[in-house]
């Protein structure tokens, strides 16, 4: 089935190359050279993926990516940067975008994101057929319904962000490194894009935590990664079978 995709980019010949090898991975492609116009069709288009750049004219890429959080859109969104506009990146992913590429890019990678991206969503609305559900202090990861309640009340989260947490929750106690991470939840290994993971964990610790500054679930292991830790229910094993 062809999913629907939106590439807000300005630079004409970018938006032309980035629609071309998507369309050629048999995707329904939509462009746009305007922030304010872009957003527009985000929040009416009911895109899979939006590929968004950064510099935008009338309104910019991190604008975008917090006013569509902000309203609970979900989509995900893989934001392109320049390459020396590291402090960008990291406020990019701190507003909602769930991956970003740097500039020059090549076209395989672009699509692998892509996939990966698409991958995660399929896996988001999938039908699921067994419930299985892990419980710990406060935290309850509902898998089939892709729900997590924290003291009973829902929590919205990303698909990436759900899927980091649910990796790492299924292993408590387990410690990850961030390329670990990288290449079992986004679907690729690259040691330049740790912030990918810094900023999500930052992300998920803002909603799930009491005090972010002090974790309870998503713990720092310096020097190594990250590892989630909880007390499993006693009605519960941490892997979600009774």
Known sequence: MKKRILVIEDDQDINNLIAMNLKDMNHDVDTCDNGK???????????DVLVLDLMLP???????????RAANIF???LMLTARDSEADRIVGLEMGADD????PFSVRELQARVKAMLR??????APQVESDQLVFDGLSIDVAKRQVLLNSEEIELTSTEFDLLLYM?????LVFSRTQLLDNVWGYQHSGYEHTVNSHINRLRNKLEKDPA???????VWGVGYKFEGHANSDKTPNGKS
């Open 75 to 77: 989509t995900p969104i």
């Open 169 to 173: 929750a299924r292993q408590p106690s």
């Open 37 to 47: 116009r872009g957003y527009q069709m985000a929040v009416a288009g009911n895109y």
């Open 58 to 68: 009338e309104m910019d890429g991190l604008e975008i990516c917090r006013a569509l």
């Open 100 to 103: 970003y590429l740097t500039k």
């Open 214 to 220: 002090k974790p309870q679930y998503i713990l720092t």
């Open 120 to 125: 995660r969503v399929a896996m988001m609305t």
